[in-house]
């Protein structure tokens, strides 16, 4: 099976080489032509594609062409642009999607489409998106436009807190002071985990469906980032103290029931 990747970024690109590796032909997309360069991998045809406000630069029709299934991963990037419209730049994609061969579409979106409450919310696979943030109403509106694009079938994945051996938030964290909602719960998913389901959706075609994904145990955020920052050697975060915490407990265990899979790697 031919499958295209919009973003083969840190967690785009090893997923691009485990699909690779089960013997689909990729295709992906990488907005520096400097890391076009080094993008060569058996298997994997990188293309430079840049997403913008009403079009896209690059060759998108190429990096599309012949391929039955995208995984788009492409973050809104909000907290660097925060003016930026990530509504704008999917809605100058679509049409290309449209006029490609593509008949599936896996959209990587964010538990960040739910908000936080008092007390803490409890989100089930039967949770409607009530975003408020700024970031949270566009992820859902994008979501809201590939799901009811009739050209195609979409499948959107809502992971919680990305994490890494390479990239964990312990190490910001322990930069901060007064930080805020210590005793909210944590809502974290390990990057080989994200890949696994992706992995499991295709190979079961598994679509039309919205699903959310995390790690089922939900320590507080101040007993977590605590011992993260302890084991790893880092400055013990600074959190405000007397104040209430408003969080949300993201619930996965639809997803291990209907794809059969088990969450294997922890995030402690």
Not at 18 to 24: A, D, K, N, P, T
Not at 60 to 70: A, R, Y
Not at 154 to 166: K, P, Q, Y
Request: charged share 20%; hydrophobic share 35%; glycine share 6%.
């Amino acid at each position: 099976m031919q499958i295209s990747i919009i973003g083969l970024g840190w967690l785009g690109l090893p997923l691009a080489k485990r699909l690779s590796s089960q013997r689909h032909i990729i295709k992906g997309s990488t907005t520096s032509e400097e890391k076009l360069k080094t993008l060569d991998y058996d298997n994997i045809s990188c293309f430079q594609v840049i997403l913008k406000e009403g079009s896209i630069a690059g060759d998108i029709e190429k990096c599309l062409s012949g391929s039955d299934i995208l995984i788009l991963n492409t973050p809104p990037g909000l907290r660097r642009n925060p003016d930026s419209n990530y509504v704008a730049k999917i809605e100058a994609l679509i049409p290309h999607i449209v006029q490609s061969s593509i008949q599936r579409v896996l959209y990587i979106s964010s538990t960040s489409v739910f908000s936080d409450g008092y007390p803490f919310t409890d989100i089930t696979n039967k949770t409607l998106p009530d975003a408020t943030t700024n970031a949270g109403l566009q992820i859902r509106k994008v979501e809201e436009l590939l799901y009811t694009n009739t050209s195609f079938d979409t499948t959107i994945l809502r992971f919680s807190g990305l994490i890494a051996n390479d990239r964990h938030p312990a190490r910001m964290m322990s930069k901060r002071k007064d930080i805020p909602n210590g005793n909210a719960p944590v809502n974290l998913i390990h990057r080989n985990d994200c890949i696994g389901i992706i992995e499991a959706i295709i190979e079961q075609e598994k679509w039309n469906l919205s699903l959310n994904a995390s790690y089922p145990d939900h320590p507080t955020k101040k007993e977590y980032y605590n011992k993260i920052c302890k084991n790893l050697g880092y400055k013990l975060p600074d959190f405000s103290q007397g104040t209430l915490s408003n969080g949300k407990v993201i619930d996965g265990s639809y997803v291990e029931s209907l794809l059969n899979y088990s969450y294997t790697h922890k995030i402690y």
